[in-house]
């Protein structure tokens, strides 16, 4: 059984980075882990991050653009 974890981060989320390098550190099982990082669309600040961290296993991100 895997455990999935959903993340929402937005408008300037200066604790992204902060969040994946601690889960990563205590995150010992990764077959069992799950997270999805589902992040705003218009936010641009993010998008260094994300690229750091695309790829790894276990680490799904996704764009949410509501277009409101």
């Keep these: 059984m895997k455990l999935s974890i959903l993340l929402s981060v937005r ?3 200066k604790f992204l980075a902060k ?3 601690n889960y ?3 995150t010992r099982h990764w077959d069992d882990y799950e997270l999805l990082v589902m ?3 218009q936010d641009t600040w993010n998008e260094e991050i994300i ?3 695309t ?3 276990g680490i799904h ?3 949410e653009d509501y277009k409101l």
């Design 11 to 13: 408008k300037n989320s």
């Design 19 to 21: 969040f994946l390098h």
């Design 24 to 26: 990563m550190e205590k």
């Design 39 to 41: 992040y705003s669309a």
């Design 51 to 53: 690229a750091a961290f």
């Design 55 to 57: 790829g790894l296993s």
């Design 61 to 63: 991100f996704f764009k």
